[in-house]
């Protein structure tokens, strides 16, 4: 959308920015035909739809399928507990996205309820909605900026773009030069024609990009797609197999059917997807006590996977908190240390210094309009955060001032910031007062032997600095209308009162997290769209800046996603000048090289590549909802050691992942195992468990303990080593269940079985077991595998040490599941009503004496593993 002013809309006379505005007749034809200014709200799945998606994914149709199969078979009870366990997490995975969701305000937060504009040569206060191409706005320093302006009058005005560029520092406007939506005025006042409003801005551009890329799915995502499918392929065919196996004995068709249907079902993991959830919610939470809001739960794994961060500089390696840290005057150097904008501070230096500083902070002050007001208690910058600064300074120097007759001093005449001059000046209390760019106010004044090279080595140290200076004031000197000739005429014979020395001081803790973040295998990169120097100065402060010192412009990145990905993958890469097409190029790039990535952003340009990262990460303090509806991660704190805390946890979440899948998939193998004997004896072993009892298995007394592992602490060496790159199974995995774990559970059962049966009924030397004792021998073979079960609980709860060598007290809800599990057993088999629908009885105690030895053996067993596997690493480090 274009201007289309034309002469009859506009009124006679001139305004002063040159922009007399349209008549409200034609304001009111512009809105019917252009509508309203509003950005288009992105689209949304409604409720119901996000909550059907829940239940009907591929994991979910297979339980259904199972279901299904279960009401076929004659065991419609089988069927309704699968359906209650594919609701109960289906509302559960719901309830934890809706939560995580409202993190997110509304993007039309972005622009203005209302403005002022000129209209009929008036001026006149409007919904920012009503606002239309052609307009005369006008704008005062802290104005959200309504719509894309073309900028018609400027004194002195500077705009926070840092949303759309991610510049941190207020930019100079001038008339003519263009300004944003979203953005606002910081100093100054500004008038300015409407050029695009709504969906025509630029602002909007950007939302629709972000709306254009496709979020990836995530590796956990991808994983469990993997195991389910193994799984069910795995279930289809065991129990097709036994369907041709029980026809090939003899056993009638339906009997056949029946018998390769509950195969099938004790195969599918019931309880597999409700723990994956359950152990996301658990490692959400977690961030959320570390200040880290997960807004989709598989990013808590997907964190744990990242193997490179592209990392914002403002907010996230600084504190987003600009602080002047130095003062040099001709009398010596001033040091200060300060928090935020608060007037407390340590000051050292010599009386004399102190006392040229406190005249340079209160000319400085003078020549601002920035302040820095405290809030319920809080001190936060009004206006440009630098002239805030200023302003905490001269009253953290407000001791060493006291004789000074700048104190009560109040400004007569302004000379407002020129960008061409880059100085600004103003009359105040019989003194000339000038503040601005060293090289440009050090030429005014008429001793500045050696000052230069102070201000190089201050700007070496990534500090900003200013220059105050003044004289005794002329006559002439309050000339409000002087030209820029005029004020540089006006503006010399400067004596030189000090430097001032700025900076967003790095976060303490930054460097310990980059050093964390080497050691776990884990790349960072810098991307900021401030200038080289200051993001090449902050990168070297905290440590971030890589060995080869690489610092790269936006501009000068290659254009090929191969070149660009080889450039980039490095470790301490710094990218000043980026922007919001870069980050998407970057995002690909690394992933394309194989990369997990975190993209950290604030703005609204960060979006797009915040929601094309396999981690997007948005600030929550001072990031747009644009970013933060983009992301998966939100941070409280703004601050990098938060992203590496919930890299952490992601990794702490992927292990008790694998801890609960090799306990479910151990218990698999016991179930499994009685169907196996019975097919190859060709039905003449007794089947020791049945369908309802396998059911009972996976829900009733494996999901708590499966639910405790998903709360295991996160081990201490977690971030000692790169991420993981295998699977969620894998053969380590498998070998331990089906060589180690499950293989020594399967044989107490079946051992335990065999024993009870021999006991009540002289099997096999006497006739085929019926009747009370083969549901006595089926009893004792259910207990062997729940006591098992707790002793592999036990086992999984680490990879590497045997269980004698772990803290008791480590995972207290472990002590509970086991000790809930106990109770549970002795209800499903004492409890009379209860045995009789799972089809078993309370064993003789000759079974149960043989069942008891499944938590020796287990724990055995998996020690014995645990040691040949550390001999193995031992060896391999010796050669």
């Known amino acids: 959308m274009t201007s289309s002013t034309?002469?009859?809309?506009?009124?006679?006379?001139?305004?002063?920015?040159?922009?007399?505005?349209?008549?409200?007749?034609?304001?009111?034809?512009?809105?019917?035909?252009?509508?309203?200014?509003?950005?288009?709200?992105?689209?949304?799945?409604?409720?119901?739809?996000?909550?059907?998606?829940?239940?009907?994914?591929?994991?979910?149709?297979?339980?259904?399928?199972?279901?299904?199969?279960?009401?076929?078979?004659?065991?419609?009870?089988?069927?309704?507990?699968?359906?209650?366990?594919?609701?109960?997490?289906?509302?559960?995975?719901?309830?934890?996205?809706?939560?995580?969701?409202?993190?997110?305000?509304?993007?039309?937060?972005?622009?203005?309820?209302?403005?002022?504009?000129?209209?009929?040569?008036?001026?006149?206060?409007?919904?920012?909605?009503?606002?239309?191409?052609?307009?005369?706005?006008?704008?005062?320093?802290?104005?959200?900026i309504p719509a894309d302006l073309v900028v018609r009058h400027a004194p002195s005005a500077t705009v926070d773009e840092s949303m759309l560029t991610g510049e941190s520092d207020p930019v100079p406007v001038e008339p003519g030069a263009a300004a944003r939506a979203g953005t606002y005025l910081v100093t100054g006042e500004a008038e300015g024609e409407v050029v695009a409003v709504g969906g025509s801005t630029r602002l909007a551009s950007l939302a629709r990009l972000t709306a254009d890329v496709e979020r990836p799915a995530s590796p956990l995502s991808r994983e469990l797609d993997r195991v389910v499918r193994t799984v069910a392929v795995l279930a289809v065919g065991v129990g097709t197999t036994f369907l041709a196996t029980s026809a090939l004995f003899g056993t009638p068709l339906r009997d056949a059917f029946l018998l390769s249907i509950g195969v099938t079902v004790a195969l599918v993991p019931e309880g597999l997807l409700p723990t994956v959830t359950l152990s996301l919610a658990i490692g959400a939470q977690r961030m959320a006590r570390r200040d880290a809001l997960v807004r989709h739960l598989e990013a808590v794994e997907t964190l744990g996977a990242t193997t490179f961060i592209c990392t914002d500089k403002t907010g996230t390696l600084t504190r987003n908190e600009m602080g002047v840290v130095a003062v040099w005057t001709p009398a010596g150097a001033v040091d200060v240390r300060g928090e935020g904008y608060g007037p407390v501070a340590a000051v050292s230096g010599v009386p004399a210094a102190r006392a040229l500083a406190a005249r340079a902070a209160l000319a400085g002050r003078l020549a601002s309009e920035g302040r820095a007001e405290e809030r319920d208690g809080t001190w936060r910058p009004v206006g440009d955060p630098m002239e805030a600064a200023i302003d905490a300074l001269a009253r953290r120097l407000a001791d060493d001032a006291a004789d000074s007759p700048l104190v009560a001093a109040e400004v007569v005449t302004e000379h407002p910031f020129d960008a061409d001059r880059r100085r600004e000046s103003c009359l105040a209390g019989g003194w000339l007062l000038v503040k601005g760019a060293p090289d440009c106010v050090l030429p005014a004044c008429t001793e500045v032997a050696g000052v230069d090279r102070v201000v190089d080595d201050l700007a070496a140290r990534g500090l900003r600095v200013l220059a105050v200076a003044g004289r005794p004031a002329r006559p002439g000197d309050e000339d409000e209308d002087a030209t820029a000739h005029d004020l540089d005429r006006i503006e010399a014979d400067l004596e030189l009162f000090g430097l001032l020395a700025l900076q967003d001081p790095p976060r303490e803790e930054v460097e310990a997290s980059l050093a964390i973040c080497r050691q776990a295998g884990i790349k960072v990169a810098m991307l900021t769209g401030d200038h080289p120097t200051t993001a090449r100065a902050i990168a070297a402060q905290v440590g971030l800046l890589g060995p080869e010192g690489l610092v790269l412009q936006g501009h000068d990145l290659p254009e090929d996603a191969d070149a660009l990905g080889e450039v980039l993958d490095h470790d301490g890469v710094v990218i000043s000048r980026v922007t919001p097409e870069d980050k998407l190029r970057i995002t690909t790039a690394l992933q394309r090289r194989g990369h997990v990535v975190a993209m950290t952003g604030d703005g609204v340009n960060d979006a797009p590549a915040l929601r094309k990262a396999d981690i997007g990460v948005a600030m929550g303090r001072s990031g747009t909802d644009v970013a933060r509806g983009a992301a998966d991660l939100v941070l409280l704190d703004d601050d990098f050691a938060t992203i590496v805390a919930a890299v952490e946890q992601g990794r702490a979440t992927f292990a008790n992942i694998r801890r609960f899948l090799t306990y479910h998939l151990t218990d698999n193998v016991a179930e499994l195992t009685p169907f196996v004997i019975w097919a190859l004896s060709g039905g003449s072993f007794p089947l020791a468990l049945g369908v309802l009892q396998i059911l009972c298995l996976d829900i009733g007394t494996d999901l708590l303990p499966s639910l405790a592992l998903g709360a295991e602490p996160a081990n201490p060496k977690v971030m000692h080593r790169p991420p993981e790159r295998r699977h969620l199974v894998d053969g380590a995995l498998l070998r331990r269940v089906f060589g180690v774990l499950g293989v020594t559970e399967a044989t107490v059962e079946m051992a335990a079985f065999s024993v009870a049966l021999a006991v009540a009924s002289r099997w096999p030397a006497g006739p085929a077991p019926e009747g009370q004792a083969l549901l006595a021998a089926s009893g004792a073979a259910f207990a062997a595998v729940i006591l098992g079960q707790m002793a592999t609980a036990f086992a999984c709860r680490s990879a590497s040490l045997p269980v004698h060598r772990m803290g008791g007290t480590t995972n207290r809800p472990l002590l509970v599941a086991v000790a809930a599990s106990l109770l549970a057993l002795a209800g499903f088999l004492l409890i009379p009503p209860i045995a009789a629908v799972l089809d078993h009885a309370a064993p003789p105690a000759a079974g149960l004496a043989v069942a008891l030895l499944a938590v020796p053996a287990v724990l055995a067993a998996d020690t014995v593993h645990k040691a040949r596997r550390a001999r193995r690493r031992e060896r391999r480090v010796a050669d």
Request: charged fraction near 20%.
């Open 6 to 144: 034309t002469p009859a809309a506009q009124v006679a006379g001139d305004a002063p920015g040159g922009a007399p505005g349209l008549t409200r007749a034609e304001a009111a034809a512009r809105l019917r035909r252009d509508g309203a200014n509003v950005l288009p709200t992105a689209a949304t799945i409604p409720a119901w739809r996000r909550l059907v998606g829940q239940l009907v994914h591929f994991f979910a149709l297979l339980l259904w399928a199972a279901a299904g199969l279960a009401v076929v078979a004659g065991m419609p009870q089988l069927g309704v507990a699968i359906v209650v366990v594919i609701v109960v997490n289906g509302v559960f995975a719901f309830v934890q996205e809706v939560r995580a969701g409202r993190a997110a305000e509304a993007l039309r937060d972005l622009l203005p309820a209302s403005v002022t504009v000129r209209r009929d040569g008036e001026l006149t206060r409007v919904e920012a909605s009503e606002l239309v191409v052609g307009d005369a706005v006008v704008l005062a320093a802290g104005d959200r």
